[in-house]
């Protein structure tokens, strides 16, 4: 069984900074790609970063310049540093891995339980 666990997060003034952090333990297989995701009230989830086995990384442009993935593979953590935050980031913030349980099989897709993150401006 995997578990996902995230932690971090909270409220900043616009201009700071927040670190995110997310745990898979268990099972979880060769995980193939990381990421990130989003849901302010009322919105529909969207994808933030990504980051595939490769080292590629992939971000949209509302976050461009200002969000970083990372991963220790060691662990299986990811993190999101996010860097000068505004309001229109707030939503809560969701890990989300993507992991195969052997080589060439089905893709899995675990997501944490997320995390509020609240920016004051």
């Known amino acids: 069984q995997v578990q996902v666990v995230q932690s971090g997060g909270g409220l900043v003034q616009a201009g700071g900074s927040l670190r995110l952090s997310c745990a898979a333990s268990?099972?979880?297989?060769?995980?193939?790609?990381w990421a990130w995701y989003r849901q302010a009230p009322g919105g529909q989830r969207e994808f933030v970063a990504a980051r595939v086995s490769g080292g590629a990384t992939n971000y949209p442009d509302s976050v461009k310049g200002r969000f970083a993935i990372s991963v220790d593979n060691t662990d299986n953590t990811m993190y999101l540093q996010m860097n000068n935050l505004k309001s229109e980031d707030t939503a809560v913030y969701y890990c989300n891995y993507q992991a195969r349980r052997r080589p060439g099989g089905q893709i899995y897709t675990y997501w944490g339980q997320g995390t509020q993150v609240t920016v004051s401006s």
């Open positions: 268990g099972s979880i297989g060769r995980i193939a790609g």
